[in-house]
Every structure is written in structure tokens, then in C-alpha cells.
């Protein structure tokens, strides 16, 4: 296998650097990357790398095929930006009010673009390669888009593989999982109605402010309580809304948040716990409680095989593999592809973690140094996946 660090020239090292700094003046929200797919395809066209496009809304999907093995494996980057105004002050900083590639998805499809360009050229591999370019990451359903749109029949892949920039980890170093990388999660509404009064009357009303005081603290035992101390999970609640004057007790309070877990029994447990001490608590102060808790995102969890591939690609093509980092609590669109086929979801460090340089945060900017390392880990697994 030739695929090594080394095969990132100086020239391609650039190249990529100039497209994930135009990606980043040019972000655009989730399920509006129309200029981000034309970008891409404009690049898949001058490597001579053909592609469909349109697939589960803005997604691209380029394909490699050499010689006569049947065997097939997918790489996967998003493509989308968020609803935050940056604050870096660099020279390639959003040129869009408001939006901002502050989770290094600009970074993610350079990466992709930069493993299809090293693949492009490099003759030491057989089977087909898919490079699956996804819309709409942030919360809006785009892997779920591509693969209703038939990503696994029109484009045939035994295995998937993809990697999230991770600020905190060393530059260029990549972390692989075994089992769970990123959790499950669900928003979570409740809406306690009671009955408004006179503040001055409480025998007369029934207050949800007070239900839902009993509730927030209640719904805390679940993971304290109902959950084994070893097994993952979080119970958030972020707002609560109720009541409009001082002197009048409200006649119902909503409160929402969300929950967070790495396993298919936990989540079930946790969701269920949440109705039955809501329906208690609406029994013990005498009202409704409706529960309202919509399928979330899957969990993102590496089927051991595939890690076990990842880790030993990524150290045969030069890089540092670290496997005791431990897993995230954050949500990732890549899980619903991890529920279709195996594969493995793995970190690369985008250097030191600072207050500036955290996901989602308006002083963040993705690492160009970490490119060939990203470029480079991304073709590997596709080699390795094809040989083994
Ligand atoms: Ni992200």
C-alpha cells in the first residue's frame, strides 16, 4: 500500500489549504449548501473523478473504480455550516452575517476531496470507492435524506468511513473508538397543564409551576437512580416557560431539553422513566402532563473490526493512533450510516483545545495543518478496506 503521509506534496498541501479557506469565507446553513456541492463537483470535475449530485437534497457522490475486484467501501465528509457569527478575525473569516463554519465542515470536505485526489492518482488499489459528500449534518436530517434517497443501492459499499476534526487532541493525531464515539440523542417536551388563579386564590388553580419544580428535580434520579453508574447517559432540561404577570399563577408551564446515550437499553430505559415520572408527578398534584420525545439521532458506535482497520491503516500510512480517548456525549448524523453498514467513525486532532478553539464556538477555525493527516487517514481506510 502506498498510501503514506508522505504522498501529500507541498503543491496539494496548498491546494487544500486555499479550498478549505474559500469553503470557510463561503458557509452556508444545512440544507442550503448549494454552492458547497457545486464547489465540490467543480473540484470532482478537475480531478477527472465522476459524480452524482442531488442526492438526499444537496449531496454529492463521487466514485473510483480500478481493476476487477468487486470489493467497495464509502468515505463520508458534511458539508453544512451553523447559525453563528464568527469571531476569529482571520482573513478567510465568513463573508455571510450570521453563519459560520464553526464545526470545521469546510475542513471535513477538504479532507474528502484531498483523500479523492490521493486515490485519483494512486495505482496501488483495486475495487470501487465511493465518496459520499452529505448535506445537512447539523440536526437536519441529512444522512437520513441520502440513504432514503438510495445512497446504499445506487452506490453499493460494504463499509463506511468518516472522521470528525477534534479540538483537544494533538494535531494530526487520530483517535478510533471501540464501540460508541457519539451518543444518541432526543429532545425531550413536557407541557404540564394545570389551572390558572389569582395568586392570592392557590386553592383555586392548579399550579404547573410548582408540578413542574417537583418534575425537574424528579427527572434528575433517572440517571443518578435508574441508570448503571457505568453506562452513559445525560438528562438535560434547558428551559421552562410559564407564566406572564407576577401576581397570577400561570395555567401551564412547558420545559424542554434534551437526553443524551450511548446505549439502544439505556435510551429506551431513560425515555420511559421520563413518562412515568411525569404521568407521577401529574397524578400527585392533580393535572395532565404530556410527554413529548421525538426519534433523535442513532448512536455513532464503530463496529470493532472496522476500528480495529482504521487504527492499523492510520499507523501504516504514518500517523499517530491513539485508542483511550474516551467517548463524546455529542450527537453525530453519522451514526444512521453506521446503522446501515459497519465502518468506523474516528477523531483527528485539530490541536490544543482553548475558549476559542471549541466546536460550535464563534472563535473556532479549523486546522489547515491537519489536512494531509485528514486526506491521508480517509484514503487509507478506503485502501485498506478494499485489501482486506
Ligand atoms: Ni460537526
Redesign the pocket.
Known amino acids: 500500500m502506498t498510501i503514506h503521509l508522505d504522498a501529500v506534496d507541498p503543491a496539494l498541501a496548498a491546494r487544500l489549504t486555499d479550498w478549505r479557506r474559500h469553503l470557510h469565507a463561503h458557509p452556508e446553513l444545512s440544507m442550503h449548501e448549494k454552492e458547497t456541492a457545486a464547489f465540490v463537483q467543480a473540484r470532482l470535475a478537475e480531478l477527472g473523478i465522476p459524480f452524482e449530485a442531488d442526492i438526499g437534497g444537496h449531496g454529492v457522490v463521487a466514485t473510483l473504480r480500478r481493476g476487477s475486484s468487486n470489493r467497495s467501501v464509502g468515505l463520508r465528509a458534511?458539508m453544512d455550516a451553523l447559525p453563528i457569527a464568527e469571531e476569529t478575525g482571520v482573513p478567510h473569516a465568513s463573508t455571510r452575517p450570521g453563519v459560520m463554519h464553526a464545526?470545521?465542515?469546510d475542513g471535513?470536505t477538504t479532507s474528502l476531496l484531498g483523500a479523492a485526489a490521493l486515490l485519483a492518482r494512486d495505482p496501488d488499489w483495486t475495487g470501487t470507492i465511493h465518496f459520499v459528500f452529505q448535506p445537512a449534518?447539523?440536526g437536519a436530517g441529512g444522512a437520513k435524506a441520502m440513504i432514503a434517497d438510495g445512497l446504499f443501492q445506487r452506490f453499493p459499499m460494504e463499509r463506511i468511513f468518516g472522521y470528525?476534526?477534534w479540538p483537544g487532541l494533538p494535531a494530526g493525531t487520530v483517535a478510533v473508538h471501540d464501540g460508541p464515539v457519539m451518543a444518541a440523542g432526543a429532545r425531550i417536551e413536557i407541557v404540564v397543564k394545570g389551572h390558572a388563579s389569582h395568586a392570592a386564590q392557590p386553592h383555586l388553580s392548579r399550579d404547573p409551576m410548582l408540578a413542574s419544580a417537583h418534575l425537574l428535580v424528579a427527572l434528575q434520579s433517572l440517571v443518578s437512580r435508574n441508570t448503571d453508574p457505568l453506562d452513559a447517559a445525560v438528562v438535560s432540561i434547558c428551559t421552562m416557560e410559564a407564566g406572564t404577570a407576577a401576581n397570577q399563577i400561570p395555567d401551564r408551564a412547558v420545559m424542554r431539553g434534551t437526553m443524551r446515550t450511548h446505549r439502544t437499553e439505556v435510551r429506551d430505559a431513560v425515555a420511559e422513566g421520563i413518562h412515568r415520572i411525569a404521568a407521577g408527578i401529574g397524578q400527585t398534584f392533580g393535572m395532565e402532563v404530556d410527554v413529548s420525545i421525538p426519534p433523535g439521532i442513532n448512536v455513532t458506535a464503530n463496529t470493532r473490526p472496522e476500528a480495529d482497520l482504521a487504527a492499523a491503516a492510520a499507523a501504516g500510512a504514518g500517523l499517530a493512533v491513539r485508542r483511550d480517548v474516551p467517548p463524546s456525549m455529542a450527537g453525530?448524523d453519522f451514526g444512521w450510516f453506521l446503522a446501515e453498514r459497519p465502518g468506523a467513525f474516528v477523531w483527528i486532532g485539530n490541536g490544543p483545545a482553548s475558549a476559542a478553539n471549541a466546536?460550535?464556538n464563534p472563535g473556532y477555525d479549523f486546522n489547515d495543518a491537519i489536512l494531509p493527516s485528514a486526506a491521508t487517514a480517509l484514503a487509507a481506510f478506503a485502501v485498506r478496506a478494499l485489501a482486506d
Do not use: I
Request: aromatic fraction near 0%.
Open positions: 458534511d464545526c470545521g465542515h471535513h449534518e447539523e470528525h476534526n453525530e466546536l460550535h
